[in-house]
Structures are given as C-alpha cells and as structure tokens.
C-alpha cells in the first residue's frame, strides 16, 4: 500500500489524474481525469451498476441544478453547512473542527468567532439574477431521486420494496478541500435509495451494510485495510437515525482510516418533506393498503475515494529478477487495460503484421494497448505500473508455432498460448 504523495504522484505521471485548471495555477478541490483514470473510474462506475441493477432497482439521472425549492425541503439550506473560522491577521479561512488549538495554523496569529458556512453552491437559472431564479448545484445525488420518487411510482408501479439508484456529480463547496480526491468540491457520487417498509428497515440496513462491504472484498481491497464504523448519534446526518461508515485506510487521520461509503437509515424523513400533501394509503400509492411511508436505506459512495482506495490498494512495490518495480494490483475488471500487445522487434515486418493481427483481434472483446518502443522488459515495466494484467509477445516462435507468450502482471510468470485460444483464455480469466 502507497502513502498520499506515491499516488498523486503516479496518477499525475502516468496520465490518471491532472489537477484541475492546471496551465492555469489550478483550482483547489478539482481535479481532471486523464485517460487511464477516465477508464480506471469507468470501470468502477460498471462495477457498482453491475452490483445494483436487480429487477426492482430503478436507475435513474437526476438533473444537477435544481430549484432552490428542493433545498428548502431536504433541509440542505438549514442544515448543509460548516463551522468556519477566520484569522484576523492572514485572513484564512478554515474548518472550525479541523484544527488544534486557537490560533491560525499558517500564521499563528488571532481567529475570529466560528460562523456556520453553507456548502452549497449557489448560481441563477435564467438572465435574471434575483431571488426567484436562484438555484443550487446538488451537493449530494440523493435529493433527484427523492423528488423523482412519485414519478418512478406512477409509470413503474414497482411494489415495496424497491430502489432507484443513480451516479453522477455532486458539489460541495468544501472550506479546505484536501488530501487529493479524498475531499474535492466537485466529485461524483453512486447512490442507491432503497425504499421499504418501516418494519423491515433494520433488516435491509443490515443486508445493504453486508452487500456493500463484500463489493469492495471482491474487486480486491484486502480486508485489513477496510472496516465499519457505526456512527453515534451526535455524528450522524440531520435526516439520520443510523448511520455505518465503511472506512478505508487512506493514511491521512490519526489512526490513518477515514470515511469511503457511508450507510444511512434515512427514515420517511425525505419523502415527507417533498410530499407534504400526499396520501400514503390506498391507490395513491403502490398496491400497499396499509398507509406507511416508506423508509429510506441509503449506501452512498463517492466515485473518487472509492478511485483512490483502489489505486492505494493496489501499489505495490517488489523485485523482479533482480531489478525493483512499481506494480499496480489492480482486480483485472478494474484495470484501464486488459492486455498490452508487443511485436518482440520493431523492424521485422512479419512480426509486426502478425502482432498488429492480434492486437486487431483482441482490442474487439478487450482494452487493449500497443507497445513497441523500448526492450520487452521496459514494456513490462510500464504496463505494471498501470495495472495490466497480462502482456502478450508476439516473437519468432509465433511465425513457426502460431503461439504467442501471454505474461501475468502479478507472478511475472510467463506461458506459450495458441493465437487462436488467446480470446477465450482471456475472457475466462475476467469471467
Ligand atoms: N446522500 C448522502 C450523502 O451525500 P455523505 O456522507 O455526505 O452522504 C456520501 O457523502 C459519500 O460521498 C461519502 O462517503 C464520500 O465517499 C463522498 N464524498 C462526500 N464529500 C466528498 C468530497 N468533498 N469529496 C469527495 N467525496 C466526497
């Protein structure tokens, strides 16, 4: 596992992450996804809908501005905020509950009285800029599910329970942002709302805080570097009345782990507020006669840490015949690439077309990647910096036995596969 600075550094140098505004002296908490990361995030983003998209799993996506009306419901405009404090000699600004002591961290000189900060981000629709046009740009993806609830209800007709799940950004406009992807003000959120009866919400709380832990085992993150944190009551949301954080160890608090998904009861709080008016018994809703509103169990994930949790998870750093290397362990299924294809030699024009060939074959099922400069060991190297998984050489024992040599990022270990068999071979490694 990688520190902070190992990672950024490896995502700027190998083209996953830029920081935002970059030629310009950047923008603090925005970063740009390069095209390994835009892969990398893709493959995540499949991975969550892969896990999500049951029968009674609605998807959906929400538009990211909305009425300042939505706000007022859910309780963001109340409640949304920070405390800040100020320096009066530097005129800083920080989060009131992430320093020590009383003085500016930067200067030491005097800090003013802490004021709550609403995080939201704040814009006009339309030519006009009063407050009738005022509208936010979403801090979390969950309210456009909320507000979208009866409209899923009337064309689905789903019965209780069921979810509706959507991915897409969000913005917080965070006082310090920080520590790389891990608190940025634009981000992305993967969010499930899980609609229920009331009766059962311990139950679904419980399942969805299991089903969500063996996600992130699956695709790879060792266990000693994940585990739950059941918040107390002062520590949960407004809307809350249980609430488990999976925590991931990034390296960056005391005992070095710190929120990766959170998991909330949200009760009938959210549906109440929107749909003051609305009868809950009888045909008005759902084929249940009973007249409950429905409970809200919510996993809620940012794209970005869960990005980064797998990149330090996966670092690694070991020796292979004789000569040290960087090898990105990514779970194949995330890897940006599948398989890099190199024609052992440059200047041999049977090789190269034969490579070319397969590369041609391979990139219609896989990701693949081209790779012809430098020594076979060097490409190696550069696809195990990125994660590959398997690189495959086509040499002069390919033009008389049609095989190739397929090499595993992980053992280094290397074995001779027929041309024709290389598409099943890799499409059961990734089954
Ligand atoms: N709808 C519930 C909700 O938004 P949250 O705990 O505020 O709850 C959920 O956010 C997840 O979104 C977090 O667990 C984290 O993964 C991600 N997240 C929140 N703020 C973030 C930020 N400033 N930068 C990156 N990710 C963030």
């Known amino acids: ?19 935002g505004s970059d030629v310009y002296g950047g923008l603090a908490g925005t970063w740009d996804y390069g095209p390994l990361g835009t892969l990398l995030k893709e493959n995540i983003k499949k991975e969550w809908w892969a896990s999500m998209l049951e029968p009674h799993i609605y ?33 800083k600004r920080f989060r009131a509950d992430h320093i020590d002591g009383d003085n500016c961290p930067e200067c030491k000189g005097e800090l003013g009285k802490a004021r709550e900060f609403n995080m939201m981000f704040k814009t006009h629709a339309g030519a006009v800029e009063d407050e009738s046009a005022e509208a936010y740009l979403r801090p979390e993806t969950a309210q456009g599910i909320f507000i979208n609830f009866k409209n899923v209800v009337d064309a689905f007709h789903p019965k209780m329970p069921f979810g509706i799940a959507q991915i897409g950004k969000a913005f917080r406009n965070e006082i310090t942002p920080r520590n790389f992807l891990f608190r940025a003000r634009e981000f992305e959120q993967m969010e499930l709302e899980y609609f229920c009866d009331p009766k ?19 695709l790879g ?5 994940i585990k739950f944190y059941d918040n107390t009551e002062d520590e949960r949301s407004h809307y809350s009345v249980a ?10 608090s005391d005992d070095g782990f710190e ?10 709080y959210d549906l109440k507020n929107h749909f003051p008016g609305h009868n809950w018994t009888g045909e008005d809703f759902l084929e249940d006669k009973d007249g409950f509103v429905p409970y809200i169990i919510e996993p809620s994930l940012g794209v970005d840490r869960a990005f980064l949790a797998f990149m330090m998870d996966a670092y690694d750093e070991d020796e292979i015949g004789g000569e040290r290397r960087v090898v990105l362990r990514l779970h194949p299924k995330l890897a940006p690439f599948k398989v890099a294809v190199f024609p052992l030699v440059k200047n041999k024009e049977e090789i190269v077309g034969k490579a070319k060939e397969v590369f041609d074959d391979l990139r219609k099922k896989f990701m693949c990647r081209w790779d012809d400069s430098g020594n076979v060991g060097k490409r190696y190297r550069r696809q195990d910096e990125i994660g590959t998984p398997w690189c495959v050489t086509i040499d002069y024992e390919t033009l008389e036995e049609g095989t190739v ?27």
């Open 221 to 225: 993150i060792k266990e000693k570097n």
């Open 59 to 91: 998807p959906l996506d929400s538009a990211i501005i909305s009425t300042k009306k939505v706000w007022e419901a859910s309780g963001h405009l109340e409640h949304f905020s920070d405390p800040l404090v100020e320096c009066k000699k530097c005129k």
């Open 259 to 268: 929120e990766l998904e959170g998991i909330a009861n949200r009760t009938d």
């Open 1 to 19: 596992m990688a520190n902070l600075e190992t990672i950024v550094s490896l995502a700027k140098r190998r083209g996953f992450v830029f920081p």
């Open 243 to 252: 609430t488990t954080d999976i925590l991931y160890n990034y390296g960056i």
């Open 405 to 431: 040599t397929v090499r595993d990022r992980d053992t280094a270990k290397q074995e001779r596969i027929k041309t024709e068999d290389l598409n099943s071979y890799f499409q059961e490694k990734l089954s």
């Open 200 to 218: 059962n919400a311990d139950q679904y709380f419980s399942d969805i805080r299991e089903m969500r832990m063996k996600w992130f085992l699956k």
